[in-house]
């Protein structure tokens, strides 16, 4: 009796042995996609969504998403760890992250979603199987608009931090300013507690707040949002997320598409393509972001975004229900 219950006991043993590696092997046979976030806010989160529609449609893929919280050595952390895990695609949001996988990245395809990246830094890079989805519009673009919703605009004030990305924009603005004959404060923020003794240095002579698709200042921009309403000007984002937790309007594309583009790239790569042979994309179509709300506080007519969308052929897309 007892060697019959001995035997069965094994047998039970060994049969939830074989189901748990049966389990763990048709776990490991999916593809592993490992999407990295520098920090959270609005932006990321609808990127993230729309790689999760496309790929959530996969049955062999997983996605896992990795929110480093504006740690730098927590990014650096999950990056390198991704180069010997289970991880099998890689998809980093924003220039810096993508540029910190390249650096660690070798042997896995890497999908940058809304960096700055070239076609001709796509073939020098090749063999580190990189390809991306670009999401800048020029900045001539940016200010161009600004001068047509802000009647006799003379000055802003932008606001940015010291990141790898954003320093070349910087100096890019300085000299659009000086070519538009436009003032421009800028004011450098080295961490987010800098954010809040802002409203005491933003110049009064200033018409808006502008700011760039520049992380930390983006993680900020509700704290931004109450400075802006309190010196009664707008404020002026790159970003849809922006918009959507209450900055008065902006140009650019919808967050969602970018994470759609790159999702659909990245299958592209599961099925047998090679990175290098996927171009470098864009979002195709750009838009007009408004929130009503806020621009109805300041006194800004929705028909004025509607002519300026009109003549330089964006998308209006009108944001009603949203913080202000």
Do not use: W
């Not at 969602?256 to 990175?275: E, F, S």
């Amino acid at each position: 009796m007892r060697r019959s219950l001995l035997i069965f006991f094994i047998s039970f043993i060994l049969l939830a042995v074989v189901l748990l590696k049966g389990c763990q092997i048709s776990k490991d046979s999916r593809i592993v996609v490992g999407v990295v976030a520098p920090m959270e806010h609005a932006a990321m989160d609808a990127i993230k969504e729309g790689v999760l529609e496309v790929l959530d449609s996969r049955e062999d893929v997983v996605v896992r998403y990795f929110n480093a919280g504006g740690d730098l050595n927590l990014q650096h952390a999950m990056i390198s760890q991704m180069e010997n895990s289970d991880v099998d695609l890689i998809m980093p949001i924003g220039s810096s992250v993508m540029q910190m996988a390249i650096n660690f990245i070798k042997k896995k395809p890497i999908v940058g979603l809304a960096a700055n990246f070239s076609t001709e830094e796509q073939v020098a890079l090749s063999a580190k199987n990189v390809t991306c989805v670009v999401d800048e519009l020029p900045l001539a673009i940016h200010v161009k608009f600004m001068k047509k919703i802000i009647d006799d605009l003379n000055m802003i004030t932008v606001i940015y931090s010291g990141s790898e990305k954003i320093t070349p924009e910087i100096e890019e603005l300085r000299e659009l300013a000086i070519k538009e004959g436009l003032d421009v404060q800028f004011l450098l923020v080295q961490q987010m507690s800098d954010i809040f003794l802002l409203s005491s240095h933003i110049s009064d002579k200033s018409q808006a707040i502008f700011i760039l698709k520049d992380h930390l200042v983006v993680s900020s921009v509700v704290t931004l949002i109450d400075v802006a309403r309190k010196l009664n000007i707008p404020l002026i984002a790159a970003d849809e997320g922006s918009i959507t937790e209450g900055a008065s309007f902006a140009i650019g594309v919808t967050e969602m598409d970018i994470g759609k583009q790159g999702a659909l790239m990245a299958l592209d790569i599961i099925d047998g393509v090679r990175p290098v042979d996927i171009p470098v994309s864009t979002v195709e179509k750009n838009r007009l972001f408004v929130n009503r709300k806020a621009c109805d506080c300041l006194g800004i007519e929705i028909s004025q975004f509607e002519e300026s969308g009109n003549e330089m052929c964006v998308e209006l897309e009108i944001k009603d229900e949203v913080m202000q």
